[in-house]
């Protein structure tokens, strides 16, 4: 896989067209180029394509036409096995709903990446205690998430995102089942991440939360780029 130049966006989505069946293209001719170390947030209302475009970066589906390259990696042109490996090493996601495994303890739920990709163990419990420190969890290294906070939990789907060290960090609408406290703290959190260099998608429905994180926005209506535009402050 060729790595990209210094000059090269860290996403290339090139007049992507996603079709599913009938109906309207759930992306039409959609291009984007998003610069390593911004934070994007891509607005719009339901079936605006949001989703789609998340999943086709993330290898999750592939375009009816058209070519989606991250980190140098062609992703539209990858297998089963490639795309998991890509996710692996490349990618790092956040959801709504933390997506945490509730028989694992706290730090058992961060190494789950690393022992997908064959970490050695010490270096991975290494990486997990300084994640878990970096966000300000390492006192529930033991515990099982259930006992957390909403808060807390996705700080721990944070820690657990970025343990393979990706250059693509996805959160998919990360605040939406917070409270307004926890929410603001987890903002905080992307928002610091995002300020030491790491690149950032965001997707959700949220404009205050883009107008708080994002340095960059654009708003999709019917599959299409409508807006496109930097932050005012931040």
Do not use: W
């Not at 001719?29 to 989703?51: D, F, H, I, M």
């Not at 609408?173 to 790491?198: C, I």
């Not at 950032?200 to 535009?229: K, Q």
């Amino acid at each position: 896989m060729n790595e990209p130049r210094n000059d090269d966006p860290l996403i290339d989505v090139r007049e992507v067209t996603k079709a599913y069946g009938h109906g309207p293209d759930a992306l039409a001719g959609l291009t984007l180029r998003v610069r390593a170390g911004e934070a994007l947030a891509v607005l719009g209302p339901s079936g605006s394509g949001k989703s789609t475009l998340l999943n086709l970066i993330a290898g999750l589906d592939r375009p009816t036409s058209g070519s989606v390259t991250v980190d140098g990696v062609r992703v539209d042109r990858l297998g089963e096995t490639a795309s998991a490996k890509y996710r692996r090493s490349r990618i790092g996601m956040v959801f709504q709903f933390f997506n945490l495994l509730d028989d694992l303890t706290v730090t058992e739920n961060v190494l789950l990446p690393a022992q997908l990709s064959g970490m050695p163990r010490v270096r991975a419990a290494a990486r997990a205690a300084e994640l878990l420190a970096r966000l300000g969890i390492e006192r529930h290294a033991r515990a099982r998430p259930g006992r957390l906070s909403g808060g807390e939990r996705q700080r721990v789907a944070v820690a657990r995102a970025l343990m393979n060290r990706p250059p693509l960090l996805i959160a998919d609408e990360p605040t939406g089942a917070l409270d307004s406290v926890s929410g603001a703290e987890v903002r905080d959190l992307l928002r610091g991440l995002n300020a030491d260099g790491q690149t950032l998608v965001l997707v959700t429905h949220d404009l205050s939360l883009a107008e708080s994180l994002a340095t960059r926005t654009v708003e999709l209506v019917d599959g299409r780029v409508a807006r496109d535009f930097p932050a005012v402050t931040r």
